[in-house]
T-cell receptor, first 114, second 115 residues
Framework: KAGVTQTPRYLIKTRGQQVTLSCSPI?????VSWYQQTPGQGLQFLFE???????NKGNFPGRFSGRQFSNSRSEMNVSTLELGDSALYLC?????????????FGPGTRLLVL | DQQVKQNSPSLSVQEGRISILNCDYT??????FLWYKKYPAEGPTFLIS?????DKNEDGRFTVFLNKSAKHLSLHIVPSQPGDSAVYFC??????????????FGQGTILTVHP
């Protein structure tokens, strides 16, 4: 079975721009979670989608948004980029629908904001 | 507040010996725990998990122990191999509601296994 895939792997943007990241979960997985990893804050939960519905959201500003499609693929969008948004963005998938399930991570998208 | 803590930033072990990585948590609502291994610029790789109803889970060279009263878990790797050198993250999740899809991670421990 193919693992979680994320595109693009690397991205360079400038302040004020917006960016869209994509995640394809493991086949059969219906839950997709997004995380941000930075050296200072570690791995932090952004939001989770299941069956095209956002079920949970972390403590991030409204500039961070996401969506999920009927095939469980997910996208996250960051608008009005700030320098502090530079990070590794990780997507993870699990079977759903319960909360106590193993999450499998993709390779991440490295975003650099200049 | 940091609900999951890995107090040792790094650990150095000789090949063939045991590696013990520790993790403490404060939220008594966590009901399952996982360990992930991570290389730089890659996503975390799942190693092993344990439910709060158990106190031990084994998978090959990896064993996780959970002490609920102490809110402490540990990962034992026996025997350690140079290929185990990576950053190890402890993560915790809860039940339903605000826990859907959310894992809370520790800050990680860098394990170095010397040949």
């Amino acid at each position: 079975k193919a693992g979680v895939t994320q595109t693009p792997r690397y991205l360079i943007k400038t302040r004020g721009q917006q960016v869209t990241l994509s995640c394809s979960p493991i086949s059969g997985h219906r839950s997709v979670s997004w995380y941000q990893q930075t050296p200072g804050q570690g791995l932090q939960f952004l939001f989770e989608y299941f069956s095209e519905t956002q079920r949970n959201k972390g403590n991030f500003p409204g500039r961070f948004s996401g969506r999920q499609f009927s095939n469980s693929r997910s996208e996250m969008n960051v608008s009005t980029l700030e320098l502090g948004d530079s990070a590794l963005y990780l997507c993870a998938s699990s079977l759903g629908p319960t909360s106590s399930e193993t999450q499998y991570f993709g390779p991440g998208t490295r975003l650099l904001v200049l | 507040d940091q609900q999951v803590k890995q107090n040792s930033p790094s650990l150095s072990v000789q090949e063939g010996r045991i590696s013990i990585l520790n993790c403490d948590y404060t939220n008594s609502m966590f009901d399952y725990f996982l360990w992930y291994k991570k290389y730089p610029a890659e996503g975390p790789t799942f190693l092993i998990s344990i439910s709060s109803i158990k106190d031990k889970n084994e998978d090959g060279r990896f064993t996780v122990f959970l002490n609920k009263s102490a809110k402490h878990l540990s990962l034992h790797i026996v025997p350690s191999q140079p290929g185990d050198s990576a950053v190890y993250f402890c993560a915790a999740g809860g039940k339903g509601g605000t826990s859907y899809g959310k894992l809370t991670f520790g800050q990680g421990t860098i394990l170095t296994v010397h040949p």
